[in-house]
């Protein structure tokens, strides 16, 4: 029979210092320790250690050591819990035997905090990634916790303040619940993500909401916004910006806006490269002056005249659109809908104003609703271009509209289809 070797063995709690190139085995803990000239060394790959003993930032292999430290192996790692700095031991050993090298920070860059500035801010900062900003009636929580707190005038002071901060490849700035005023537009220069917590985050708009000269990705994300008193365009894009509306409900009413006398209030959403509501309501009442014969309630993109020009894409949610004077439009571009909801009013009593259709040659409504309400004159108030799938046409016109383009698998009712529809029943 061959010799069994056994290794000193015991719980960890009574494992005695054990001589050098001695092997020890804690039955309760299931670990291999080792005798060295300083101590007990554990083998059991590497090992975390906690505190605020070292707390330096530069990385000179071999740079750190304290005099309390235990017994460690190459490999064993230290995380100063104050300042949330990592460390690697590099040289085995205890006490300033032991050598550490540092390796960076859990906490990652961090930018330095200036004085405190006006209006509740917490001055100027480095750049950041993401800005918390807390509205004039948030909880007093939300306030401690964020960045920027506003004080309910003029809020788009603090807004300023936080895009400054994020850095040049952009960001996204939160909004706590709360109601955020909104005096003069702000601009945006970076890629942004603007995001709310839903309709708990309100936004009150007197003027315009934003200027944008960002190339990229602008989100507007779980808000509700509010502009009443809009006397020309919403949002005005650069030309080069993709917009995008998750979960927002957006409710305007424009004074004057769309008065194509003024070459820029052609749109609440003006002049970007994309745009794209998803999931969100929308309601708009336009007042186009007399004599407009075009108004686009939600978005004309820069290169609508172009023979390639970037549709607007809309999935889910609810548009409501009502005119009291002139004709209105979704959109200038080609429409490209899915599952959405579409209210069309016409709330004027002169049968010379108040046409409302779909401007684009080529829109796409898949598995939509249209429906028409209190509609005045002849059959042509009511116009449909392009191509429609298995959609609801619903109109309340006080005569049949005859409508024009595509439509498969559709349901319709008071609307007159082309002879060329396909699979398509009246209700």
């Not at 930032?57 to 309390?68: D, F, I, K, V």
């Not at 945006?188 to 917590?197: D, H, L, Q, R």
Request: glycine share 10%.
């Amino acid at each position: 029979m061959a010799n069994r070797i056994q290794l000193r063995r015991g719980v960890k709690s009574k494992l005695p210092t054990l001589s050098s190139g001695e092997p020890a085995y804690t039955t309760d803990t299931n670990e291999l320790f080792i005798g060295a000239s300083n101590g007990n060394v554990n083998m059991n790959g590497s090992k975390w250690y906690t505190g605020t003993a070292m707390s330096g930032t530069t990385s000179t292999e071999n740079n750190y050591n304290y005099a309390g430290c235990p017994i460690v192996k190459v490999g064993d790692m230290y995380l100063n819990t104050s300042y949330g700095y990592v460390y690697e031991c590099t040289t085995a050993g205890s006490g300033t035997t032991a050598k550490w090298t540092y390796r960076g920070s859990i906490r990652g860059a961090q930018g330095a905090t200036g004085n405190t500035g006006a209006k509740g801010d917490k001055g100027e900062r480095g750049a950041v990634g993401t800005v918390v900003i807390a509205a004039s009636n948030s909880t007093a929580k939300s306030k401690a916790a964020a960045d920027y707190v506003c004080d309910g005038t003029a809020d788009q002071s603090e807004i300023t303040s936080a895009l400054a901060v994020l850095p040049s490849g952009g960001g996204k700035i939160v909004f706590a619940e709360g109601t955020y005023n909104i005096s003069a537009a702000f601009t945006i220069s970076k890629p942004v993500v603007f995001e709310g917590m839903g309709d708990g985050t309100q936004f009150n708009v007197s003027d315009a909401l934003a200027t944008c000269s960002a190339t990229g990705n602008i989100v507007f994300r779980d808000m509700k916004i509010t502009a009443n008193t809009i006397s020309k365009y919403l949002y005005k894009g650069s030309g080069n910006d993709d917009v995008l509306l998750d979960n927002v409900t957006l409710t305007m009413t424009a004074t004057g806006v769309h008065n194509l006398n003024t070459t820029d209030t052609y749109a609440a959403f003006l002049g970007q490269h994309s745009f794209v509501p998803h999931n969100s309501n929308i309601s708009l009442t336009t007042n186009c002056q007399n004599g407009d014969t075009d108004c686009f309630a939600i978005a004309e993109n820069a290169d609508y005249q172009s023979t390639n020009a970037t549709p607007v894409r809309v999935i889910g949610g609810h548009i409501a659109l009502t005119v009291k004077n002139g004709n209105a439009h979704i959109s200038r571009n080609d429409l490209i809908c899915d599952a959405l909801n579409i209210e069309l009013t016409n709330s004027s009593t002169n049968y010379l104003d108040g046409t409302i259709d779909l401007r684009g040659r080529n829109n796409m409504l898949n598995c939509c609703k249209l429906h028409y309400h209190d509609f005045h004159g002849d059959a042509n108030r009511v116009n449909v271009l392009g191509t429609v799938i298995n959609s609801v046409i619903y109109s309340e016109a006080t005569q049949v509209s005859t409508l024009s383009g595509n439509f498969i698998g559709c349901r319709y009712h008071n609307v007159k289809l082309p002879s060329d529809a396909v699979l398509c029943t009246s209700f």
